[in-house]
């Protein structure tokens, strides 16, 4: 006995065409924030003369971690910038930092809501789990019909994929603020908003640290894959060295990610730990 | 006067509680209706009254629900039915604004975990109860110092909590609380983390705290010493119910039931009886009345002395029936015969420390209070039919 198959992919594609058909507006309009975050991201670091924005991270870096950091920032961005792809990195990070930052907007209300609520969280953790393992080509696809070919789409594809982090661990924390805590400003009388500002958000703080770690971290691998659906920037040139076989250059804008990946993370970890 | 009733108060955890309620009124057990509902009963059915400005003492083993009582007194667990009457006015029909008034006016909470913010320094969380009413910042820094003063900790303000010891962090819980001047503390096994030296001390700042300041406390505790120590009144808990409400000799000298006689069995009663409690009526005479008057006294009553006070219940001294002849003899007024250097001791002096005395001297020990008022006197006799556990006499008294 053989049943006929589903149709899921024609139900998928009439759902993709419904919503591209429907909610054109909407779209549009998201489409056109994230383009002038991005946009603006990417003139602002790029109008900085290159030198002195290197020397600003350094003290950046120096400033929030110790002179290992600065040093490493120093001679990292020296090094994208002799190998020829500063304005590209520049790019790239524009998208990245678009994504995270809307993750994290986007998220940790969301996993407020999720320690909140079980039923919420119930609803939200499959979903979760959906987005992460779910290939990022497969919604590509959709993102493109949406947004059509360019950085939006990218940041999109990267916010679907480097969300998860942020609600989980964001989650995370606030349950585990310790129950007694938890009562002590009950029993004092804390409106809800009283009690996450003055005592959950706080304590659960580098758990939610450690969620945006990750989300910029994810979100950063994103961008060779971003790059393939038009997104311009140091992925590019990854995706072409991939297509054309050319290990030297493959490697080389390889390593400015690598760079940039290194950078974020300890500048993130160590913005939290400073406190 | 009352501020606190709790009539029927009744918690049963488990999906759809109120099933439990009319079975627990048809007498069934908290075991029948766990293995027939799978419906736990946390508080059952309990009732007291808790007196303006005494020391309310909930006790029992763990599992007895005193953690959930408490917790159903200010709502941070709801309770399944029964009533919490603050001033005449019932907690649970309170809506959550009110509620939230009720926690930040006129109840508050130590824990036994200290429940101190960790992100906050101890004058913060000092602030705490009042930053979250909007007091304003010069206010509560004021209020907030205040109460760590009062609690021995000025000089601290800046530390954090972790930077404490137990006994310093628990003070800490204890100043978040009085900075909020609440009516009640409700203190859940508030000293039970501590160093048994250190609970001993915080027991009796506890009591010093409380007589300068007159709060209703309602304190929870396993340990029975603690409850002694500083229970006015002790309710003694088992499997979600209390078994007997009374004062520490109460429970002591006339235990409700098997229960509680087991519980308190081990006690060290010296340690908590005092000579109040052990005191007889002692023979007396004013001084004016002469030798004759005392000897023909003491024929009367079969006693060989009496205490001899002034027309305002002074004790002056002792005099023995050969004193009395003696003066009778030599034509002596009492005064010069009597002997003055009487053991006394206050109302409140434990057996225990009373030992000593007894051992060294001949006549019984008096005793007076702080205005050298004679109150009455504790014969040996007394002292070891009041350790083996019998029944105290009605405690004499100097009419």
New interface residues.
Partial sequence: MSLPKLPLGEWIESLEDWLTGNLRPLFDTIKAIIGAMVGSLEFVLTAVPTLLLIVLITALAYWIGRWKIALFAFIGLLLIDNLGFWSQSMQSLALVLTASILSIVIGVPIGIACARNNAVRNTVTPILDFMQTMPAFVYLLPAVSFFSLGVVPGVIASIIFAIPPTIRLTNLGIRQV?E??V??A??????PG?KLF??QL??AMPSIMAGINQTIMLSLSMVVISSMIGAQGVGAYVYRAVTQAKTGIGFEAGIAIVIMAILLDRLTQNVFKKK | MSILEVKQLTKVFGPDPKRALSLLNQGWSKEKILKEHKLTVGVNQTNFTIEQGEIFVIMGLSGSGKSTLVRLLNRLIEPTAGAVLFNGMDVLRMNPEQLRQFRRKNIGMVFQKFGLFPHRTVLQNAEYGLEIQGVDKKTRTELAMNALKLVGLNGWESSRPDQLSGGMQQRVGLARVLANDPDILLMDEAFSALDPLIRKDMQHELLQLQAKMKKTIVFITHDLDEALRIGDRIALMKDGAIVQIGTPEEILIQPANKYVERFVEDVDLSKVLTAAHVMRKPETITLERGPRVALQLMRDSGVSSLYVMDKGMKLLGVVTAEDAAQAIKELKPLEAVMQVDVPTILPGTLLNELFDMMSTTKLPVSVVDEQGILKGIVIKGAVLSALAGNAIPEAGEVV
């Fill in positions: 310790p007694e805590l009562e002590a009950d029993a004092f009388g804390s409106t009283q003055k005592l706080p304590i």
